[in-house]
């Protein structure tokens, strides 16, 4: 139990309080995140549908996944990223077989 919190307190830290190898991972995926849900409230469709903005959303979160394997930083948990990535990806109308 102490394991389980003390990563997760880590990695909600990391997000708050980024340092300079955390920041980029946590603003793109903040970017992922905001533009979709701005996307979504200006339109009747997701994000998926749109041709002109959904495939390269689609492909900065295909580099932000990758890059989940370099070097950013000791806090933030890359399962948690990776799992937000993949309910982003969900939520734009996209699939895991669109990775």
Do not use: C
């Not at 849900?37 to 009747?44: I, K, T």
């Not at 959303?57 to 580099?63: R, V």
């Not at 996944?65 to 930083?73: F, P, W």
Request: proline share 3%; no cysteine; net charge negative.
């Amino acid at each position: 139990m102490v394991q389980t919190v003390s990563y997760l307190v880590r990695h909600h830290e990391a997000v708050r309080n980024p340092d300079a190898a955390e920041k980029p991972i946590v603003d793109l995926v903040q970017f992922l995140r905001g533009f979709r849900v701005h996307h979504d409230n200006g339109s009747d469709r997701k994000l998926a549908e749109d041709s002109y903005s959904g495939n390269p959303w689609l492909e900065i979160l295909k580099a932000t996944r990758t890059l989940l394997s370099a070097d950013i930083g000791k806090r933030l948990d890359l399962g948690i990223l990776d799992a937000f990535i993949l309910v982003e990806l969900e939520e734009a109308g996209f699939s895991e077989s669109d990775l």
